[in-house]
């Protein structure tokens, strides 16, 4: 937007912008190039703290406004999000990318940047007022979303989708009209999040 004069006048980004620790670019080169990384990086879990990485890097993926990478360590893929980098450098040793590894089917059964292969592919049942169906009738949560069934206030509708937290937290973000109707361990998952979310809010 910055090299084109005059386009901040017609498009207005997302002005809330995740943190990003290292340079884009430099990181699809490092991919493109197939070249080892070694990297310091700030793991979520507090307790866990800074951890050093040497890993291949095969792919960026974008999730909920969030960069995060994808690379290869120990064998293992593992996902890195782009603003917990505290370094990043690239080493003259290159690799072999494993090609049955495939970014575009990857997370056929996944929401978000999660991709278990323990976990079971599960038919989830949720019924939402029409109001929110009005959200997601045009940005659907998976690409499995159908409906089931309608009446004058509700819709029910269906996912076939892997149960990460991912998509637990978005299932969680529309409490206000969802009602999980089945697995029922995900029923009950949901309801002993908001109840306690209810304690803690109601000191």
């Given at each position: 937007?910055?090299?084109?004069?005059?386009?901040?006048?017609?498009?207005?980004?997302?002005?809330?912008?995740?943190m990003?620790?290292?340079?884009?670019?430099?990181?699809?080169?490092?991919?493109m190039?197939?070249?080892t990384v070694?990297?310091?990086?700030?793991?979520?879990?507090?307790?866990?703290?800074v951890?050093d990485?040497?890993?291949?890097?095969?792919?960026?993926?974008?999730s909920?406004g969030?960069?995060?990478?994808?690379?290869?360590?120990?064998?293992?893929?593992?996902?890195?999000?782009?603003?917990?980098?505290?370094s990043?450098?690239v080493?003259?040793?290159?690799?072999?990318?494993?090609l049955?590894?495939?970014?575009?089917?990857m997370?056929?059964?996944?929401?978000?940047?999660?991709?278990?292969?323990?976990l079971?592919?599960?038919?989830?049942?949720?019924?939402?007022?029409?109001?929110?169906?009005?959200?997601?009738?045009?940005?659907?949560?998976?690409?499995?979303?159908?409906?089931?069934k309608?009446?004058?206030?509700?819709?029910?509708?269906?996912?076939?989708?892997?149960?990460?937290?991912?998509?637990?937290?978005?299932?969680?973000s529309?409490?206000?009209?969802?009602?999980?109707?089945?697995?029922q361990?995900l029923?009950?998952?949901?309801?002993?999040?908001?109840?306690?979310?209810?304690?803690?809010?109601?000191?």
């Amino acid at each position: 937007m910055h090299e084109v004069p005059g386009l901040h006048e017609y498009v207005i980004p997302e002005h809330r912008m995740p943190m990003v620790g290292i340079d884009i670019s430099t990181v699809l080169r490092t991919i493109m190039s197939r070249r080892t990384v070694r990297f310091t990086y700030a793991k979520p879990q507090v307790r866990e703290g800074v951890k050093d990485y040497v890993a291949e890097p095969y792919f960026i993926k974008q999730s909920q406004g969030k960069w995060y990478l994808f690379a290869m360590v120990d064998g293992h893929m593992r996902s890195f999000e782009l603003g917990r980098f505290r370094s990043f450098v690239v080493t003259d040793s290159t690799f072999e990318r494993d090609l049955s590894i495939d970014p575009a089917t990857m997370f056929n059964n996944a929401f978000g940047i999660w991709d278990d292969d323990n976990l079971p592919v599960e038919h989830i049942v949720f019924s939402v007022s029409r109001q929110e169906w009005k959200y997601l009738e045009t940005y659907p949560i998976h690409h499995s979303q159908s409906v089931v069934k309608e009446d004058d206030e509700r819709l029910t509708l269906s996912l076939d989708v892997k149960i990460t937290h991912d998509l637990l937290m978005d299932l969680l973000s529309r409490s206000h009209s969802i009602t999980i109707l089945e697995p029922q361990d995900l029923r009950k998952q949901v309801s002993t999040i908001l109840k306690e979310a209810f304690e803690r809010n109601n000191n």
